[in-house]
């Protein structure tokens, strides 16, 4: 990201100087899908890509909203950052976090001129949310001395996100991206906040970031529907309360009492969640003791349970995992994120980076009429102030 060119543009915008400028990362998800709203454990890491923001103050008391990505500019008065605009406005995210800020005490007393510019491709499932959330939780931290936390940051964000725009996530998006640190995937247990680093040892290895470039359209009704199926198995297992959540299960337990369960679909989408937890504590052991075949065998299970079982995939995710899969040199390949669209994250040998794209994007392409992207992911830190 060229730095100055993006302030000429806030000055030309603006007409006055950038005072800081903030970043907050984007993230991908190595394994554990669906398993947060669960209480189970998430595996990702963050990413180098992310959102820019510049901020000068004013003395309009008003909050002036641009970005270089989308054309919808706004200016909002301080008095009235606790109302949603209306037509998918993309303040909301921002205005949430204000919103959330002001419930823990935190005054905006002055008004602030901010410009937004990410280089996440929005929609790919790379958490372009998220980290609009943390680079506005930062800023505000920051310029109207919070002192909070990240982590608390990274609550106050999803808050924002469940409350203000209407999206029931779990925590792991904020979290990777409030949390990420260079170079290490992120372990994190969802219902104890638990959580630790792990050194990325990928010697000779890429992680491939491949965009099916097929839009999110169902997803979030879709995804809310799975978290209802899943509150409901719970309820189905629970005789007397005893688990509080699907990650309590383990495998051995739930082949003892699945029959409990009053449907199939029930019976798939819990044994996806209480599998792929124990999917994720074997690939963070498969990774600290070097063993990336297995780590990446681990991932191509993911996908299977993700399409089979969670039924979160569809042809366009299915058909690039798929010729991932056949493609030589590659460890492992999954969908990421909250599944239907966006994208599929591989190990892959450095050495045969190139051969992967160049087989695996035209036979997927051919399969599915739609031309994927390719990202080769550099794993950075969580959000932060630039200058
Ligand atoms: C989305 C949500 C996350 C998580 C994933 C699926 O990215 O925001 O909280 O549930 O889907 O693992």
Redesign the pocket.
Known sequence: MDLNALKSNFEKIYKKPVEAVFFSPGRV?LI??????NGGY?FPCALSYGTYLLVSKNDDRVLRFASENLERRETVSIENISQPLSGDAWMNYPLGVMDQFKKQGVVMDQGVDLLYSGNIPNGA?L?S??SIELVTSVMINDIFGGNLEMMEMVKIS?NA?NQFVG?N??????FAVGMGKKDHALALKCDTMEWSTVPLKLDGYKIVISNTNKRRGLADSK?NERRSECEQALKELNKSGEYHSLSDIDFHTFNQIFERLSSDVLLRRARHVITENQRVLDAMRALKEGNIQEFGQLMNASHVSLRDDYEVTGPELDALAEEAWKADGVIGSRMT???FGGCTVSIVRENKTDDFIHQVGPAYEKRTGLKPQFYIADVGDGARRLM
């Open positions: 998800n554990g899908e669906h398993t947060d709203y998430v499932g958490s949310s998220a999803q996100e999206v996530c779990g925590i792991m998006d904020q995804y994120g909250a599944g």
